[in-house]
């Protein structure tokens, strides 16, 4: 995670902005601590660098199989192929250079496209 997200990102049940505790960083990013509200009512762990907002046992129990068997199948640079890449401009239709610009990429999935929004140099939260 990165500490700038934090100004985007609010606890789901109540809204609220949260506050980062117990921060490990690597390389610049938050690799681990806790996401919570002012009150410290709710609490949301980071793990390996990926704030968590439902249940540990409930984190992809609809798509751990799929993305364990086929976790870099329709990646690029896995394929070979340009298929997300050219996807992601097709449907989008952005500029190839949104730098100053700031993207939320909801229901990313295993992040196929991520990279392609990176790429555009916008500031992504995903």
């Not at 762990?45 to 984190?59: E, G, K, L």
């Not at 050219?86 to 993207?103: D, M, P, V």
Request: one cysteine or more; aromatic letters at 8%.
């Amino acid at each position: 995670m990165n500490r700038e997200h934090l100004e985007y990102l609010r606890c789901p049940k109540t809204h609220e902005p949260l506050l980062l505790k117990d921060e490990m960083m690597v390389d610049g990013k938050v690799k681990a601590g806790t996401l919570q509200t002012k009150s410290g009512e709710h609490q949301y762990s980071i793990i390996d660098f990926i704030p968590r907002f439902v249940p540990q046992d409930n984190y992809a129990s609809n798509f751990g199989l799929e993305w364990n068997a086929h976790a870099k199948t329709q990646y690029d640079d896995e394929s070979h192929h340009h298929l997300s890449e050219q996807r992601f401009k097709k449907e989008t239709r952005w500029a190839n250079n949104l730098t100053g610009e700031t993207i939320l990429e909801a229901g990313s999935g295993s992040g196929r496209f991520t990279k392609h929004v990176a790429d555009t140099g916008a500031m992504v939260v995903s």
